[in-house]
């Protein structure tokens, strides 16, 4: 699943730099997240970094993206070019 960050955000600026795919940008009101470039970091760590970093607890699973660990890791690969 991709993550998506609601609007609880504070906008403290502390996400977009640890998105390794470069999925997090500045929204109009707040940060957003493109489901096609989240990984749930997936490929990269262990745990989604976007979620330990938010002070506010605002980076819930996105519910219209329903991903298994196989698929995320595709996607992975695809924007990174890694091969299997």
Given at each position: ?84
């Amino acid at each position: 699943m991709a993550l998506l960050i609601t609007d609880e955000c504070i906008n403290c600026d502390v996400c977009e730099p640890e998105c390794p795919n470069g999925a997090i940008s500045q929204g109009d009101e707040i940060y957003v997240i493109d489901p096609m470039l989240c990984t749930e970091c997936v490929g990269h760590y262990e745990t989604s970094q976007c979620v330990e970093v938010c002070p506010v607890d605002c980076i819930p699973l996105h519910p219209d993206y329903q991903e298994n660990r196989e698929e995320l890791l595709e996607k992975y690969r695809r924007i990174t070019g890694e091969t299997a």
